[in-house]
Each structure stands twice: as C-alpha cells, then as structure tokens.
C-alpha cells in the first residue's frame, strides 16, 4: 500500500515538472523574436499640451456611448428550434429559424453535420424581423438522430458580405 502512495506521488511530481517545462516552452515560442528595447534613460520632458486632471465627464460620457453602440453593432440575437423533427429525409422539418427584430442584418443559415462536417441545409436570406418556420434540408437523411452545428451569418445587404457569424449546436431528427 505504501508502495503504490509513493509511486503515485513520485508520477504527480513527475507529471507537474513535465508540464511546468512544456508550459515554459511554450510561453517561450510565444514570443516575437524581437527583443523589445529597453532605454536605460525616459526623457520625462513634458509636451506643452499636457493638461492636469482627469479628462472631463462629458468626454468619458461620449466614449461610453460610442463603445456601447460599437458593441450593439457587433451583436446578433439567434435564434431557432435546437432539436427540429423532419417525417422523412425528403420533408419540411420545423427548423422555427427567426432573425429578430433587433437584428441589424438578415440572416443566412447553414447546418452542417457535426460527424461528416457535410453541409446539409442553407437557408436563403431571412430578413430582420422575419421567421422561417419549416423547410427542406439540401440533402435526403436516412431515418436517425444528426448531431450539427447551425450558422447564422449577418448578411451585408449592399455587399452580400457576412459581417458576423454565430454558431448554435442543434440535434436534427430523421422520423421515418
């Protein structure tokens, strides 16, 4: 019994120096290869535009509210059924896809099988404020239960450019 505790602590030692080293290596690989240059001497003459105190409310206000709308630009709300049911291969499935009103863009979805990675459905464009609620998959599925990733891309409409994809994982079911 002693044997196996100190054999055990001899492999956690073991195992916590070779990660440590690994860890080590790979904090080292990070870098650049530039060296970054170190004055021995800062010049601490001051520009004359230097002004004391903090910067005024107002202009902390005016950065808040541009970085908020940034970020409200950059969101996506998505939505659809996680576990859509088609009869068969070749029917409608409930996919209930909706590209909320809040949305800036319309959107297009992609499914793809999360075991192949084949593509299975593409939507076309759903505009904001719209839903899809059942349609076909591009391809006929056997009867069976499909792990996938669904992706909702927003869609630039005056360059048909995804601006921002989501991904969802969905489980598509295959009834007969």
Do not use: W
Not at 37 to 46: A, E, H, I, R, Y
Not at 70 to 84: D, L, Q, T, Y
């Amino acid at each position: 019994m002693e044997k196996n505790k100190c054999k055990r602590a001899i492999g956690v030692i073991l195992g916590t120096i070779v990660a440590v080293i690994g860890i080590a290596l790979l904090l080292r690989s990070c870098g650049t290869g530039n060296e970054v240059p170190s004055p021995k001497n800062f010049d601490l003459t001051q520009n004359e535009d230097i002004q004391q105190g903090d910067a005024e409310k107002r202009q902390q206000e005016d950065i808040i509210a541009d970085l908020n709308e940034k970020v409200e630009e950059g969101m996506m709300n998505i939505s659809m059924n996680m576990a859509p049911t088609f009869p068969t291969g070749t029917s409608k499935g409930d996919l209930l896809i909706v590209n909320d009103d809040m949305n800036r863009y319309p959107q297009v979805i992609e499914i793809y099988r999360d075991d192949t990675g084949e593509l299975i459905y593409t939507s076309g464009g759903i505009p904001v404020g719209s839903r899809l609620e059942k349609d076909f998959l591009d391809v006929d599925l056997a009867k069976g239960v499909y792990p996938c990733t669904a992706y909702f891309h927003a869609i630039d409409p005056d360059t048909n450019h995804a601006v921002g994809t989501a991904a969802a994982k969905i489980e598509i079911t295959v009834a007969g």
